[in-house]
């Protein structure tokens, strides 16, 4: 896989020829893979209202094609020429001073054109926000100790009244928003709780946590109702979760069940959770029974998971991505390794996969990793197909989300990126 790392400030660069700021001006690029890179500058000018760019570098041409779109072509290369798609993001920020740990972000049921917004950061702080279509964000509340250490994830209710967060402090909290009232806090796990599924409008939750545990709660009553763990290892730590709809229904000697009564829009639901053993787990979230496992193909934990038709796509702290089919327990379909390159200085070669988001529409699927990339790569195959820049690539991506037809992302050094 080839690596590109570009200019952070480009954006600014070519804003300033665009608008005559200046007559011309450069930028860098880094083009290379694990072992090795070329870094070239590219002069940017315009003429006749048409953006030219040069290279100093023969062997390596930068192209605009379309908004935000552009492309590397490295010429000389044993396959002859080698295209490169990029695309520049289209706005960034810094909402908060400290690393964003999580966020989430929602259209507002109140409000046309208004998304909001709500982050937390590595100290346990919680701001909620909105954004306009402008992309203007305007802050609406702070909690400065919502948590008492980092905030693991942060997720609306989807009222966009209510939103839950975990944290480093082994609690699930529920806020109201953008109010701020905590009406429940839920504990019992004995490790750090690392996500959060809400079932259907929200009565009842799940958790998770390194102690091995998933937890299904009623949140009316802040009553833990049962306990998922692997018969095989009852301490593997849990390290995220996901819920699949399906269109199965129970059969009537499970809706006998005792926690059924208290269990709401469970039917047909799915829980896949991935370990610190690499094992993906599968459980009936209705009648409380597993599924079947993916196995761990070398011990390394799950990172990243999502669901998405009929694949689940994983990434692992050994920098590994794999897709796996529900229908087959037995192997991936394909998997990818997206091992550190020299381009951002880097002394690791392995890295933790941080986030997976798979994009409707472009069959394709964002990954960030540790070495502050961030890629998209072919669903189907995971194959690279195009590489993210224009933000200062020394800043971790840990989560991306999305917001009716918006992509957003946000990690260290409080970036806050539409992309």
């Known amino acids: 896989m080839v690596y590109v790392v570009v200019q952070s400030d480009f954006d600014a660069v070519v804003r300033d020829v665009v608008t005559e700021s200046v007559e011309r001006d450069s930028f860098w690029v880094k083009v290379g893979s694990t072992k090795s890179y070329k870094k070239a500058i590219i002069a940017v000018q315009k003429d006749s209202g048409k953006l030219i760019f040069t290279s100093q570098d023969a062997d390596i041409e930068f192209k605009k094609l379309l908004k935000n779109r552009y492309q590397i072509v490295l010429k000389n290369t044993p396959d002859k020429e080698k295209i490169i798609d990029l695309r520049c993001v289209s706005y960034h920020s810094k909402p908060m001073q400290r690393e964003i740990t999580s966020f989430d972000i929602i259209p507002s049921s109140e409000k046309d054109n208004v998304t909001l917004l709500a982050l937390g950061d590595v100290e346990g702080k919680l701001k909620f926000a909105e954004i306009?279509?402008?992309?203007?964000?305007?802050?609406?509340?702070?909690?400065?100790?919502?948590?008492f250490a980092d905030i693991t994830k942060v997720k609306f209710f989807p009222s966009a009244k209510v939103l839950i967060t975990v944290g480093l402090d082994y609690s699930a909290k529920?806020?109201?928003?953008?109010?701020?009232?905590?009406?429940?806090?839920?504990?019992?796990?004995?490790?750090?709780?690392?996500?959060?599924?809400?079932v259907?409008?929200?009565?009842?939750?799940?958790?998770?946590?390194?102690?091995?545990?998933?937890?299904?709660?009623?949140?009316?009553?802040?009553k833990d109702l049962y306990e998922f763990r692997r018969i095989k290892s009852l301490h593997d730590g849990v390290t995220v979760i996901k819920l699949r709809e399906t269109d199965s229904k129970p059969h009537e000697d499970e809706t006998e069940n005792h926690i059924n009564s208290h269990l709401f829009e469970a039917e047909g639901k799915i829980c896949y959770s991935g370990h610190k053993s690499g094992t993906i787990a599968v459980w009936d979230l209705y009648s409380q029974t597993t599924l079947g496992e993916y196995s761990s193909l070398d011990g390394s934990p799950v990172s990243a998971l999502i669901l998405e038709d009929e694949y689940i796509y994983a990434g692992y702290e050994n920098s590994f991505v794999r897709c796996w089919s529900y229908n087959d327990f037995s192997a991936p379909v394909w998997e990818r390794q997206m091992l550190n390159s020299q381009l951002t200085g880097s002394e690791n070669i392995e890295t933790i996969v941080n986030d997976i988001f798979y994009l409707n529409g472009e069959d394709k699927l964002l990954v960030s990793w540790s070495d502050s990339q961030l890629v998209a790569l072919n669903a189907k195959n995971g194959e690279g197909s195009e590489t993210y820049f224009g933000?200062?690539?020394s800043l971790r991506i840990n989560e991306i989300k999305k917001s009716g037809s918006e992509v957003y992302a946000a990690g260290k050094g409080g970036l806050f990126l539409k992309l």
């Open 132 to 147: 306009n279509s402008q992309t203007e964000i305007s802050d609406l509340n702070v909690i400065e100790e919502a948590h």
């Open 174 to 198: 529920i806020w109201s928003f953008p109010g701020g009232e905590n009406p429940r806090t839920l504990r019992k796990q004995k490790g750090r709780i690392t996500d959060v599924c809400i």
């Open 200 to 222: 259907g409008k929200g009565r009842n939750i799940l958790t998770s946590s390194l102690d091995g545990s998933i937890i299904i709660w009623e949140c009316g009553t802040s």
């Open 391 to 393: 933000f200062d690539t």
